[in-house]
Nanobody, 125 residues
Framework: VQLQASGGGLVQAGGSLRLSCKAS????????MGWFRQAPGKEREFVAA????????RYTDSVKGRFTISKDTAKNTVYLQMNSLKPEDTAVYYC???????????????????WGQGTLVTVSS
């Protein structure tokens, strides 16, 4: 199984970026796909997740209304559209895949079996 994250970069505060996570190596129809981030000197935190089948989503409070997670089943790709970016969004963003999570566990990083390599997002003030 491979998760290939891309789309990071440098952006000014208030700007937008779209991250992509291309999944391959198995069928993900029963999986939950998540985005996590880790800022320098901080612990990894949950950002957003989506159930591959059905599209149920969950977001951490700090990104609600600014970030949108979506999927393209035909391309086996999950996206994270990030708008109104803030300097505190600066982090390495990781995509991950977990089998059969209940909604209340979408934010539990230790339940995710597969992780991508991360893509750096830097938001300048």
């Amino acid at each position: 199984v491979q998760l290939q994250a891309s789309g990071g970069g440098l952006v000014q505060a208030g700007g937008s970026l779209r991250l992509s996570c291309k999944a391959s190596g198995r069928t993900f129809s029963n999986y939950v796909m998540g985005w996590f981030r880790q800022a320098p000197g901080k612990e990894r935190e949950f950002v957003a997740a989506i159930r591959w089948s059905g599209g149920t989503t969950r977001y951490t409070d700090s990104v609600k209304g600014r970030f949108t997670i979506s999927k393209d089943t035909a391309k086996n790709t999950v996206y994270l559209q990030m708008n109104s970016l803030k300097p505190e969004d600066t982090a390495v963003y990781y995509c991950a895949a977990a089998p059969s999570l209940i909604h209340s566990d979408f934010d539990q990083g230790n339940r995710y079996d597969y992780w991508g390599q991360g893509t750096l997002v830097t938001v300048s003030s």
